[in-house]
Nanobody, 127 residues
Framework: QVQLVESGGGLVQAGDSLRLSCAAS????????MGWFRQAPGKERDFVAS????????FYADSVKGRFTMSRDNTKNTVYLQMNSLKPEDTAVYYC????????????????????WGQGTQVTVSS
């Protein structure tokens, strides 16, 4: 079992930056590929970014590419989402997710592929 706790959300203005963190506990963290997803009110949950267990591979949704950066520190059991040049359309609850992987370079982009989820953190971007 893996427990995930997100933090770092808040209310910011358009153009500002935020860094989200997701702390994991329970198992060998590097054995898990991680992802960030978000859900805006009245909308479906969308993929944002993912990272392999080693941290060597990342993948981003087109909507955040070039503005968001996902990273991980396996010594701290934590993944991060650095969000720059925030836009009002980035407003959502952001969730981190984990999935056991047997390849250090593997990552996943579909929510259904992830077994563990955090409780979410609210990000609100005002115009």
């Amino acid at each position: 079992q893996v427990q995930l706790v997100e933090s770092g959300g808040g209310l910011v203005q358009a153009g500002d930056s935020l860094r989200l963190s997701c702390a994991a506990s329970g198992r060998t963290f590097s054995n898990y590929a991680m992802g960030w997803f978000r859900q805006a009110p009245g909308k479906e949950r969308d993929f944002v970014a993912s990272i392999s267990g080693s941290g060597g591979n990342t993948f981003y949704a087109d909507s955040v590419k070039g503005r968001f950066t996902m990273s991980r520190d396996n010594t701290k059991n934590t993944v991060y989402l650095q969000m720059n040049s925030l836009k009002p359309e980035d407003t959502a609850v952001y969730y981190c997710a984990a999935r056991r992987t047997y390849s250090p370079s593997e990552l996943f982009t579909a929510g259904a592929e992830y077994a563990y989820w955090g409780q979410g953190t609210q990000v609100t971007v005002s115009s």
